[in-house]
């Protein structure tokens, strides 16, 4: 029997984009949803895949958006929450703050979807002791914002690197955009938190087990603009080394991986945005060929529950989560 993998979308918007950026015209909202859902969804249905799609509530909450996010339930996906805002600081949000964040989200997915979301990805993988405090107070099942990872020094000098008129305050925000919780020490597994009476599964977003490098679709594609011979060795020896170190996989993808320049024209300076979408989706098709032919691949909710019937080690969510993880040595290869 194959092991089990998981795979899911963040459906960031244009404006999501934009606003992490510090690009102006984020605040009319503009959406790219309407070419790109469709897009995405003839994509999974060809392979016979049901995923789960992190949507931003703001988005569900426009009528302009309401039809494309209603497709993407009917096809049977799983609605997870992506917050309200996708403001990539969370971990600076009060514990009032937060649950009026999820309480819209979950509100306006339910009301376009039919579904009530029980797990969470933050935007920017944030995360902090409160956010998993209101989760469990919610009753989520489980939660993904956790990205392993020793780069994030390098994916935030991007950001600041891109955005010279950024203001002091607003780099200040965005310093704190990647990494939280010192991720590279955090599991490739996953694991329980325990937030008082109540617990929530961790399913980090897998990454190169050993190298923590990102292992995800966008990265993949980047790396196939310089050599796709090159990114498809990365992509096999990733998929092995999940094998080899048991590690359950769990893959993300982007709006971007569906989109070029051509759909896009604000977000042209992102990276392999300027790959035509027929060679995207050749490559991507590819990636899902080879990783669907190693793993039963199926939704988070379903992934979060196999992985809640084992014995998982636990995380102490409240006091001191920031250091629980850093009172470790670092991880043994693939953990
Ligand atoms: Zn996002």
Same mark, same amino acid.
């Given at each position: ?13 244009? *404006? #999501? ?8 015209? *984020? ?16 994509? &999974? ?13 703001? @988005?569900?909450?426009?009528?302009? $958006?309401?039809?494309? !996010? ?18 990539? *600081? ?29 797990? =969470?990805?933050? +935007? ?14 919610? $009753?989520?099942?489980? @939660?993904?914002? /956790? ?6 020094? &390098?994916?935030? #000098? ?24 010192? %991720? ?8 329980? *938190? ?10 980090? !977003? ?7 490098? +990102? ?10 603009? =310089? ?9 096999? /020896? #990733? ?23 051509? %759909?896009?024209?604000? &977000? ?14 050749? =490559? ?6 080879? =990783? ?6 199926? $939704? ?13 080690? !636990?995380?102490? #969510? ?6 629980? +993880? ?10």
């Amino acid at each position: 029997m194959k092991p089990i993998a998981s795979l899911s979308l963040d459906l960031d918007n244009k *404006w #999501a984009y934009m606003k992490t950026h510090g690009d102006a015209g *984020w605040e009319s909202l503009p959406s790219y949803l309407d070419v790109c859902v469709p897009r995405v969804l003839r994509f &999974l249905r060809e392979r016979d895949l049901q995923i789960t799609f992190f949507i931003v509530g703001q @988005d569900a909450a426009l009528d302009k $958006n309401a039809e494309a !996010v209603g497709q993407i339930s009917a096809a049977g996906h799983e609605i997870g929450n992506h917050s309200f805002r996708h403001e990539p *600081w969370l971990h600076l949000y009060s514990k009032e703050e937060l649950t009026e964040e999820f309480a819209k989200t979950e509100d306006a997915l339910e009301k376009v979807t039919g579904q009530k979301p029980v797990g =969470f990805r933050g +935007p920017g993988y944030s995360l902090s002791p409160t956010v998993l405090e209101v989760l469990a107070q919610r $009753n989520y099942e489980y @939660d993904c914002s /956790t990205l392993p990872t020793y780069i994030a020094p &390098l994916a935030r #000098a991007y950001y600041f690197f891109k955005s010279p008129e950024m203001s002091p305050e607003e780099r200040e925000k965005r310093k704190k955009l990647f990494g939280k919780f010192a %991720d590279g020490f955090q599991s490739l597994k996953p694991y329980r *938190w325990q937030i008082g009476e109540k617990t929530l599964t961790e399913i980090p !977003v897998t990454t190169l087990p050993l190298f923590k490098t +990102p292992i995800h679709a966008s990265y993949v594609i980047y790396l196939s603009t =310089f050599s796709k011979l090159a990114a498809r060795s990365y992509w096999r /020896t #990733a998929l092995e080394m999940c094998k080899l170190t048991g590690t359950q996989l769990s893959l993300l993808l982007h709006p971007l991986d569906f989109l070029s320049g051509e %759909d896009a024209s604000e &977000l042209k300076f992102f990276p392999a945005m300027n790959l035509p979408v027929e060679k995207k989706l050749e =490559f991507l098709s590819d990636i899902l060929e080879s =990783f669907q032919n190693k793993f039963a691949v199926v $939704n988070m909710q379903k992934h979060a529950r196999e992985a809640a019937k084992q014995n998982l080690k !636990v995380r102490r #969510a409240s006091n001191g989560a920031e250091r629980a +993880p850093l009172s470790k040595p670092p991880a043994v290869a693939g953990n």
